[in-house]
């Protein structure tokens, strides 16, 4: 303590010297506006330097704490990518669901050349064992015969007339109607169609006896014509028989669409369409 | 005694400097400050915590009695003064006119010596003075130009005060 008060006598001259100019310094900062503003302005910006440094600092040393927020926020980044990536693989074969998936830009959809046309069903037949649909859309939006009907749910029928503003469809419900199917994830086609009765069931044939099928397997679009994409959905596989003097399943396919609840449907517009019906048509092979 | 000798001192250069040199202004520029004559010529004998403590009174004093001053611009610049007129004092006078800093008595020096002690200082005090004057509206150029003038206008009467009132004192 004595050292220090010795020390301090020592710089009295100097410590005097400089709490004189501080209080010479205070005076003028003080009592006159012109120099107050630049001390203010100063002093404002010393601090703002001081607090930048500050955070600096302690970034510095919180760099650890940053980078594990970062690899978290990256991984839930990741999941979410998986999750939107599997969706957007889902909704190939089941689009378009859910409304918010209408939205989807044309970038966006699967690369199979199909277009949605949104369309209304304004008459609907059931009863019968020749059914059709009335649609609101007819060739001045774009509808064209041949085109597939299909619901959220699964597919719905094809159109088969078209006026300027209206066009009927051939409902799923309809013996006329066949359609190539498939067991998803198996490489085996069969014929889809309705055989009366019990609106909720459809039959599909053709499926070779050695495949491995199961109830509850989901049957979906084969892709084998330009009117419905591969593997849209179609229904579940209720039962199945075995016919051994032709070598087939006869399989009873519970319908995943409800022809008499659809309301809103829409039109597969195939933007090959023509293409790959003239193709066909030169070489006569599908003929 | 002595502080009451250098008290009237101050104020009868104080007294002269507000009422007589402050008003001897050329072009709105050239300001006199005769009065840093008492500041410069105070005796060494007097100790530097003193001299010191005397150059803040006094740089305040005359903040106050003059109109158009920033307060604590004297202040300040007094304080400055003295303290570089320590070290100047090495430098400046040679060891022949003073065997220790206590004996040394500034009007006895010859005149050239004593001016050339105390033109150094009067000038950094002039340009400390209006530097810090323009603060917040700053042109190097005004500042220049009024310590120029100021410290040849200022340096010529500090002269003839010093021929005429120190001149009794020089061996």
New interface residues.
């Given amino acids: 303590m004595e050292r220090l008060f010795q020390l301090l006598f020592k710089l009295?001259?100097a410590l005097?010297?400089l709490i004189?100019?501080i209080?010479?310094?205070?005076?003028?900062?003080n009592?006159?506006r012109?120099?107050q503003?630049?001390y203010l302005t100063f002093v404002q910006d010393l601090a703002a330097e001081a607090q930048l440094l500050r955070t600096d600092f302690f970034a510095y040393f919180n760099l650890k704490n940053e980078n594990e927020k970062l690899l978290y926020h990256n991984q839930k980044l990741r999941e979410a990518y998986l999750k939107i990536k599997s969706e957007l693989e889902t909704y190939k074969y089941f689009l378009p669901l859910k409304p918010e998936y209408r939205l989807i830009p044309d970038s966006l959809m699967p690369k199979n050349g199909f277009r949605f046309i949104p369309c209304q069903v304004i008459n609907n037949t059931l009863e019968r064992s020749y059914n059709y649909l009335t649609l609101n859309k007819g060739y001045k939006n774009g509808i064209q015969k041949g085109m597939g009907i299909i619901t959220d749910e699964g597919v719905m029928g094809m159109i088969i007339a078209v006026s300027e503003n209206h066009s009927v469809a051939m409902s799923i419900l309809n013996k006329n109607f066949r359609l190539s199917a498939k067991i998803f994830g198996e490489n085996f086609f069969g014929s889809i169609s309705w055989k009366g009765g019990n609106p909720a069931y459809a039959t599909l044939e053709y499926i070779p006896l050695h495949v491995d099928i199961r109830k509850g397997d989901t049957i979906v679009t084969s892709g084998f014509s330009s009117i419905f994409p591969e593997g849209y959905m179609i229904g579940t596989i209720d039962d199945f028989e075995e016919n051994n003097e032709d070598g087939f399943y006869e399989i009873s396919v519970k319908l995943n669409s409800a022809p008499g609840k659809a309301w809103h449907v829409y039109a597969l517009a195939n933007v090959y369409r023509n293409e790959i019906d003239t193709l066909e048509a030169q070489t006569k092979i599908f003929q | 005694m002595d502080i009451l000798l250098y008290s009237f001192f101050a104020f009868i250069y104080l007294l002269i400097q507000t009422t007589l040199f402050n008003q001897m202004v050329l072009f709105s520029i050239a300001l006199p400050q005769v009065h840093l004559l008492f500041l410069l010529m105070l005796p060494f004998r007097i100790s530097f915590t003193w001299t010191l403590l005397i150059a803040f009174g006094y740089g305040l004093a005359y903040d106050f009695l003059s109109s158009n001053v920033a307060i604590g611009l004297g202040a300040f610049s007094s304080v400055l003064l003295v303290t570089l007129r320590e070290g100047w004092l090495n430098l400046a006078i040679p060891k022949i006119y003073y065997d220790s800093r206590e004996e040394l008595v500034l009007p006895s020096l010859p005149i050239n010596q004593l001016l050339l002690f105390i033109a150094p200082l009067l000038f950094i005090y002039l340009i400390v003075y209006y530097f810090m004057d323009g603060i917040g509206n700053f042109d190097l150029g005004m500042v220049l130009l009024k310590t120029l003038s100021g410290f040849i206008y200022t340096l010529f009467l500090s002269t003839i005060l010093i021929i005429l009132f120190y001149s009794g004192k020089r061996k």
């Fill in positions: 009295r001259n005097l010297f004189l100019e209080i010479s310094l205070l005076f003028l900062f009592n006159n012109q120099q503003e630049v």
